[in-house]
């Protein structure tokens, strides 16, 4: 279920996506790109809140990472499937030799048709015909989700990953140089629900697939996010 977020809580997560603009303010107008992540929906602000946390935690975990294609002097975050992706801003990440690009919201062509997920893993350079991607230029992709994680929005990132054709052996841990996950921003008060979280992460454990309810600032889920980005590539 979808829990607004009290004005305490959007002041959080634009501290974390500020402690990650600041980072680049010598590139990067932070107050101006604030403002434009205010008078988004709060929904939208967890999106920005979840590209700058996870780029926060991919530091911690060893990755080196790069802004890209700064706008006009500010980091335009695309928290909508419009708009050419050329004209947002996104994120080079290197380890160990491999080089990954974290964009948002871009078209992939899937087995079934066009889906856009949140948080796009691409190799670099992919975009092709009208600015998207096909299923086998992405490494895999995040989805953001502001709410407390349900059976039917679990279900959901199961079907995305068959759509995605993550559901496959070619999505073991040993093939990918990236997870697909999923992120809620409530921790499950439902123990039946907190059993699937768990039973989907153990049968997972040899694929490049997670679930992580409970991403939001100050949250212990931070360090077992860290922790598991650690195992890649």
């Given at each position: 279920?979808?829990?607004?977020?009290?004005?305490?809580?959007?002041?959080?997560?634009?501290?974390?996506?500020?402690?990650?603009?600041?980072?680049?303010?010598?590139?990067?107008?932070?107050?101006?790109?604030?403002?434009?992540?205010?008078?988004?929906?709060?929904?939208?602000?967890?999106?920005?809140?979840?590209?700058?946390?996870?780029?926060?935690?991919?530091?911690?975990?060893?990755?080196?990472?790069?802004?890209?294609?700064?706008?006009?002097?500010?980091?335009?975050?695309?928290?909508?499937?419009?708009?050419?992706?050329?004209?947002?801003?996104?994120?080079?990440?290197?380890?160990?030799?491999?080089?990954?690009?974290?964009?948002?919201?871009?078209?992939?062509?899937?087995?079934?048709?066009?889906?856009?997920?949140?948080?796009?893993?691409?190799?670099?350079?992919?975009?092709?015909?009208?600015?998207?991607?096909?299923?086998?230029?992405?490494?895999?992709?995040?989805?953001?989700?502001?709410?407390?994680?349900?059976?039917?929005?679990?279900?959901?990132?199961?079907?995305?990953?068959?759509?995605?054709?993550?559901?496959?052996?070619?999505?073991?841990?040993?093939?990918?140089?990236?997870?697909?996950?999923?992120?809620?921003?409530?921790?499950s008060r439902s123990n039946n629900?907190?059993?699937?979280?768990?039973?989907?992460?153990?049968?997972?454990n040899t694929y490049a697939n997670?679930?992580?309810?409970?991403?939001?600032?100050?949250?212990?889920?931070?360090?077992?996010?860290?922790?598991?980005?650690?195992?890649y590539p």
């Amino acid at each position: 279920m979808v829990i607004p977020m009290s004005n305490q809580h959007i002041n959080q997560m634009l501290n974390i996506i500020q402690q990650f603009l600041d980072k680049y303010r010598n590139t990067i107008n932070v107050i101006g790109t604030l403002g434009r992540i205010r008078s988004r929906p709060q929904s939208a602000v967890y999106e920005c809140y979840s590209l700058s946390e996870l780029t926060l935690q991919l530091k911690g975990a060893g990755w080196k990472v790069i802004v890209q294609n700064i706008q006009n002097g500010e980091f335009r975050f695309k928290t909508s499937p419009s708009g050419d992706p050329n004209n947002f801003s996104f994120i080079v990440i290197d380890r160990n030799d491999v080089v990954l690009e974290v964009r948002q919201q871009v078209k992939i062509f899937g087995r079934w048709g066009i889906y856009t997920p949140d948080i796009c893993i691409t190799y670099p350079n992919a975009l092709v015909f009208r600015n998207s991607l096909d299923d086998e230029s992405l490494e895999n992709f995040i989805e953001c989700k502001h709410m407390e994680p349900y059976p039917m929005s679990c279900a959901f990132f199961v079907g995305v990953l068959y759509v995605l054709n993550r559901w496959n052996r070619a999505n073991l841990k040993a093939n990918r140089s990236f997870p697909a996950m999923i992120f809620y921003s409530n921790f499950s008060r439902s123990n039946n629900v907190r059993n699937i979280i768990t039973r989907f992460n153990n049968n997972m454990n040899t694929y490049a697939n997670a679930i992580f309810d409970g991403i939001a600032p100050n949250s212990p889920r931070l360090a077992d996010l860290r922790n598991y980005l650690q195992n890649y590539p």
